[in-house]
């Protein structure tokens, strides 16, 4: 049985089962190279979401302690708020430099070692 070489592993293409219905082929592709900025953003963005739910996190404990009272009830309020807008920028700003800095590292890793292999189905 001779092998074609878009397929070395000898890997069923598509099979037909039950039904007539043909069953999708995978594909494998090499991801060689990330874009920079387009990481940094996603990454910024999904980072700036999670700051949004640790600030939640963070004003729902500061109202805890406005709820007990003392003191420093309403500078504990201020504070969650504070936090509330703070958090979610600062999380966003650091996810963009850490994307930039994983695809940076990625894209070098990547021309030394021939990229990601990855299998689609189509």
């Known amino acids: 049985m ?31 190279s990330v874009d920079v900025i387009s990481a940094g953003k996603l990454l910024g963005a999904v980072m700036g979401l999670f700051g949004v739910i640790v600030g939640v996190i963070a004003l729902l404990f500061s109202l805890l302690g406005v709820a007990v009272g003392g003191d ?17 920028l600062f999380y966003g700003v650091f996810g963009f430099i850490g994307g930039v800095i994983y695809a940076l590292i990625y894209n070098l890793c990547a021309g030394l070692m021939g990229g990601l292999e990855l299998e689609f189905e189509g």
């Open 72 to 88: 420093a009830a309403l500078g504990g309020a201020i504070g969650g708020l504070v936090f509330l807008v703070v958090t979610p």
């Open 2 to 32: 001779s092998q074609s070489p878009n397929n070395p592993y000898g890997a069923p293409g598509s099979a037909a089962v039950p039904g007539g219905v043909q069953a999708s082929r995978s594909r494998r592709m090499k991801l060689k």
